[in-house]
């Protein structure tokens, strides 16, 4: 199993920005997908999951009404639209996969199988 985050890089405040996730080695019609950030020096927090039949979705408290997740099983992709972005928004960000079906999202030890992250900067 390996998982790709791609589309990171610096942004404005106020800006737009999609992250993708895309996998080799699992069927993402059989697994929940999650989204966590991990500024430096800070713990690593929930952003938002996805369950595996496209629904279940839950957002981080900072993140509701400005993110959005999706996924594309037919490609293997997970999404996250990222919109007014701010600078505390700056972080690494990381999507994880889980096959299980009742689970605390917010868990980062519910996820099984992690991506290697990409960098988020926002610029005031």
């Known amino acids: 199993v390996q998982l790709q985050a791609f589309g990171g890089g610096l942004v404005q405040t106020g800006d737009s920005l999609r992250l993708s996730c895309a996998g080799s080695g699992l069927r993402f019609s059989n697994y929940g997908m999650g989204w966590f950030r991990q500024a430096p020096g800070k713990e690593r927090v929930f952003v938002a999951k996805?369950?595996?039949?496209?629904?279940?979705?839950v957002y981080g408290d900072s993140m509701k009404g400005r993110f959005a997740i999706s996924k594309d099983s037919a490609r293997d992709t997970v999404y996250l639209q990222m919109n007014n972005v701010r600078p505390d928004d700056t972080a690494t960000y990381y999507c994880?996969?889980?096959?299980?079906?009742?689970?605390?999202?917010?868990?980062?030890?519910?996820?099984?199988?992690w991506g290697q992250g990409t960098q988020v900067t926002v610029s005031s």
């Open positions: 996805i369950d595996w039949h496209g629904g279940g979705i």
């Open positions: 994880a996969a889980t096959t299980r079906r009742d689970y605390v999202p917010q868990h980062s030890g519910n996820y099984g199988d």
